[in-house]
Each structure stands twice: as C-alpha cells, then as structure tokens.
C-alpha cells in the first residue's frame, strides 16, 4: 500500500509542481554555472548507493560533504541557493527518486554515502532496511539541528511506529515546518 500511496502521490505531484519545477530550472540555469540538478551518491534500502537528485544550491567546486560540516557554507551557496534551501524548493528532483523506488515519501532522509557514522548506526538499529525518504520522523523533529545518535533514534522510533496514519501526520507536519522555515539552518 505505501508504494501504491508513493507512485499515485508522486504522479499527482509532478504534474501540479510542473510550472514551479520548471521555474527553478531556469532561475538555477540563469544564476549560476554548471548544471541545473546536482546528483548526489546517496545511501538507500540495504545500505545501496542510489543517485539522489535535488536543485544545485552550491556551487560546483564545492566538496561533497554535509553541509554542516563545510566552515562557512554561504559561502558555497549560489545566488539563490539559500531561498530553494529555506523553501525546500531544491527538494522537488526527488520525485524521480520516488517514482524510481528509491525512495519513500516518508522515512529516514538517505544518507551522504560519506556519513560513515550515520550508516553504521542506523545499520546496528535496522533502520537501514526501511527506505528512505524525502521527510521524516527526524526531520519534523530537529532536522539539521539534531545530533547524528538522537536523529538515529526518531528513525528508530519511526522505523517501530511506521503506519499508513503516521506518515500521513509526518507528510502535514513536514508542510508545517517548509511553511514555517523551522530548523533549516542554510
């Protein structure tokens, strides 16, 4: 049933996100150099390495590491880089990622395929056999803010509670939080 929610809320979604979607593209295009979808090694189901598509925010020499862990981010970030960040906007190249099964609308963000401690973590908990997905139970509970072992843990508790209602209040309150700006720091 979740893959069948998935599929049917992925199609109705790149089909009513179609103009935003190609509003981005060009304002990506026409501000920065390189191409408008930066493809990142991230880690799937299984711990599989799957390319993950989002809206390039950075610039293209920057190093493929967490964000947070660069010394000063902005200075990486395209002219509009940090709106797409703080509306989510660079997110939407995701669908793909879901129609391909890659990814879930609702489970533990993938990993950077770098995040060794991470992936060790959620692969001691079994959370690395729940896929991944483009919000989660994490992510409306601290997102960027949240330390690698309590961000391991919501996916835990996520993983245990997981439930066609539960992603449903996952999807409503990620909404919450892009409207809000909540916990974005970049």
Do not use: C
């Not at 395929?113 to 690395?128: E, M, S």
């Amino acid at each position: 049933m979740k893959r069948t929610f998935d599929l049917t809320l992925a199609i109705l979604a790149s089909f009513v996100l179609l103009v935003p979607i190609g509003l981005v593209s060009l304002f990506v295009k026409l501000t920065s150099q390189g191409p408008i979808v930066y493809w990142s090694d991230r880690v799937g189901r299984g711990n599989k390495i799957f390319k993950m598509p989002k809206f390039r925010t950075m610039q293209i020499d920057t190093p493929a590491v967490a964000t947070h862990l660069l010394s000063n981010p902005e200075q990486f970030l395209t002219p509009i880089g940090s709106f797409l960040r703080r509306s989510s906007l660079d997110e939407l190249p995701q669908l793909w990622s879901i129609l391909r099964g890659d990814m879930s609308f609702v489970g533990p963000r993938p990993a950077l395929f770098n995040q060794d401690d991470l992936i060790a973590l959620r692969t001691r908990y079994g959370v690395d056999q729940v896929t991944p997905g483009l919000t989660g139970w994490a992510q409306i509970n601290g997102r960027d803010e949240l330390p690698i072992p309590e961000k391991v843990q919501l996916d835990v508790e996520y993983m245990q509670r997981q439930s066609f209602w539960f992603d449903l209040k996952i999807i409503f309150l990620t909404f919450l939080k892009v409207l809000k700006k909540d916990g974005i720091t970049h």
